[in-house]
């Protein structure tokens, strides 16, 4: 086993030097740090935020179907991922300007991941940038994802550099064609500087299969794809060769009135049959979710907003912290479902259900008393 797997610390009842004991105090102590229109940007999606909604209550519509009496007293929620020993099958998702939360952004996440276990996917478009993130953590287990802002060469330069900076993977983000409307920064006639600075927008509206094909014959590095939503990409990315099918609907912050991630999971499940493997991000934010996402047939769970709520609380710590905390009720989880490692999970653990809470981007935390919708 790999040194970094080890017993999330502190966890148990009665831990108080501790100051988080409970995944949602990341996120009242980030809404005490942050402004509002680092607040919004992180709670807010698209248009109507229904897609956002949809994540959750697909989430909230699997139950699961328990086994018991099989010695549950070791469990191992380690998996293999890169020809990496990770300690949960979990990703810290790509997300834009990190620096909103906390100064060390990107480079504090990816130095949480590495010395946790898990891995970090670098946004192009969050600070410091690849080297610099690479320098911070240069054993964690990075990928590298980019929006594409130039032409063919543009694309190589930073291909290029992302293998010589020793990232595992790299990604392309597909479903950010035109930016979508985020209601709550144009209500407030609020935009980000990160947004003022964006250059060369025209390059990804005319993104295509092309460059998919670019970078696979090019390159010899693992190709994602971020934002496939239907089995029919998913066959065509199988046809380019691709490594990696990120299902994901942008946190619901592109196309409002999606899917849920997890309604399309077993679509793409279904058409891939193995033949690549697979990531999913959109509204994770518990053990139980994660679990959920891997007995349907997911490699790898990216973690978006938590990740910024535990970065805004309290930086690389929290992030750590996070982690540590998911990973208890991970194991928590795995322990109550009878199964002692996530190899011994399939989709018979899971059975539709009614969903119980009215899903919102904070209804995994019930005990939250947060108003997300006040200004």
Known sequence: MNEAIRPARNVELGASEEPFQNLHEFIRKARANLNQNAWDYIIGAAETETTMRRNRMALDEIAFRPRVLRDVSRIDASVERFGRTMRLPVMLAPVGALEVFEPGAAASVASAAGRFGAAHMLSSVSDPGLEKVAEAAPNALRLYQLYVRGDDAFVEDVVSRAIANDYAAFCLTVDTAHYSR?????????????????????YQKALDWRTVKLIKDKFKIPLV????????????????????????????????????????????????????????????????????????????????RLQCWALAAAGEAGVLRMLELLEDEVVRTLGLLGATSFAKLDKSCLHPATATNPPGVFSAFPLLDIEPYRY
């Open 182 to 202: 985020r209601e709550r920064d144009i209500a407030k006639r609020y935009v980000r500087e990160s947004r003022l600075r964006a250059t060369g927008g025209d």
């Open 225 to 304: 794809i971020k934002g496939i939503a239907t089995a029919e990409d998913a066959q065509i990315a199988l046809d380019h060769g691709v490594e990696w099918i990120y299902v994901s609907n942008h946190g619901g912050r592109q196309l409002d009135h999606g899917r849920g991630a997890m309604h399309v999971l077993p679509e793409i499940v279904d058409a891939v049959k193995g033949r690549a493997k697979i990531m999913v991000d959109g509204g994770f934010c518990r053990g139980s979710d994660v679990v959920k996402a891997i007995a349907a047939g997911a490699d790898l769970v990216g973690i978006g």
